[in-house]
């Protein structure tokens, strides 16, 4: 589950693994996942690679590819 909050923590998401469709690196430091028919945007991530790399294997190896 990936979990994060907007704004001044007011908006809270909680994207669980198999309901990711795809998760891919915008520019420089942003994550963008797809998420049943929604999409969040990660911005100020720090390794923003590393975040990628790891969310897309914990999905194959979870099988929630």
């Known amino acids: 589950m990936i979990g994060a909050t907007s704004g001044s923590h007011k908006n ?21 996942v797809m998420a049943i028919g929604k999409k969040y945007t990660f911005k100020g991530i720090r390794d923003a690679g590393g975040w990628l ?7 194959m190896t979870t099988g929630a590819v």
């Open 12 to 32: 809270k998401a909680e994207i669980t693994l198999n309901t990711i469709t795809t998760v891919d690196r915008g520019f420089m430091v942003v994550i963008n």
């Open 53 to 59: 790399s790891q969310i897309n294997m914990t999905r």
